[in-house]
C-alpha cells in the first residue's frame, strides 16, 4: 500500500497578532499539540496558515510609547504588571521567557502581517513567523520598523532585498487590512483563534489537548 498516496491534508487556520503574547502560547501549544497529533492520526497531514488580526489596528504607522500604551489599554502600569504576571506563568509552562521589560514601543502590526503574508505566498512561513514573536517577545526589538522586518525575514531564510523592497512598495496593504475585517465579521474578537478542517474552531490559547480533540472532530466530521 502507497502510504504517501492515502494522506490526506487538514487545514489549520491561526489568526493571530505578533504583538500578542497569549499568540506566541498558543502556538506553543498548538506545536505540543501537532505532535500528539502525529501520532495519533500519521496519515493526516496538518496543512497551516497564517491570518491577521491586528489587535490595535488604529496605532500610527510609527508605533507609540510602550507605558503610555500601558497605562491607556490597562489603565496603569500597576493593573498592566497584574496581568503580565499571568502571562509570564503561562509562558513559562510552555518555555518561553516573556522579556517585556526590553519592549519600549508598542508598534503597528500592518507591516509584520504582510511580511508573513508575503512569506506565505513563497511558501512555508513558520520560520518568520517564529522569529518574529521571538524578536518583539524575548529581544525587545521594534518590529514596526522596516529595516527591523527586513532582517528579521533574512534571519528566517527569505531574501533581505526582496523582502524590504516589498515592505517599501506597500503592496498588499489592503489586502491584509481586508482579511482582517473578514475575520471579525466572522465574528472573531481575540487571538489567538484556530479553525480546524475549516468547521471546528478554538478560541484562545488552550492546552495541546484540547487542540487535539478539535482536529480530532475536524476529522470525524470531515470523515477522513
Known amino acids: 500500500m502507497n502510504v504517501a498516496a492515502s494522506e490526506r491534508a487538514m487545514t489549520i487556520d491561526v489568526i493571530s497578532d505578533v504583538v500578542c503574547p497569549w499568540c506566541l502560547i498558543g502556538r506553543r501549544r498548538l506545536g505540543e499539540a501537532l505532535t500528539l497529533f502525529a501520532t495519533r492520526e500519521p496519515r493526516v497531514r496538518p496543512v497551516v496558515s497564517w491570518h491577521p488580526f491586528q489587535l ?31 502571562v509570564r506563568a503561562a509562558g513559562k509552562s510552555v518555555g518561553i521567557d516573556f522579556a517585556f521589560d526590553r519592549i519600549d514601543r508598542q508598534p503597528n502590526t500592518l507591516d ?20 518574529l514573536f521571538r524578536a ?21 531564510g527569505l531574501p533581505v532585498d526582496a ?16 482579511m482582517d475585517r473578514r475575520v471579525r465579521e466572522l465574528g472573531v474578537t481575540g487571538v489567538p ?17 484540547a487542540l487535539v480533540a478539535a482536529m480530532e472532530q475536524a476529522l470525524e466530521t470531515d470523515g477522513v
Not at 521594534?142 to 522586518?149: A, H, K, N, T
Not at 483563534?193 to 489537548?209: C, L, N, T, W
Open 56 to 86: 490595535n489596528p488604529d496605532l500610527p504607522r510609527e508605533g507609540i510609547d510602550r507605558r503610555s500604551y500601558l497605562e491607556a489599554k490597562f489603565g496603569g502600569r500597576e493593573r498592566a504588571d497584574e496581568i503580565y504576571a499571568r
Open 112 to 131: 509584520a502581517h504582510r511580511l508573513i503574508s508575503w512569506a506565505q505566498a513563497r511558501g512555508n512561513p513558520e520560520e518568520l513567523v517564529e522569529r
Open 136 to 156: 518583539y517577545f524575548l529581544e525587545g526589538r521594534y518590529i514596526g520598523d522596516r529595516s527591523v522586518l527586513a532582517a528579521i525575514a533574512g534571519e528566517a
Open 163 to 178: 523582502a524590504r523592497a516589498y515592505l517599501d512598495s506597500d503592496e498588499g496593504a489592503d489586502t491584509v487590512a481586508a
Open 193 to 209: 483563534f484556530f479553525i480546524f478542517g475549516g468547521r471546528v474552531a478554538v478560541s484562545g490559547a488552550q492546552e495541546a489537548s
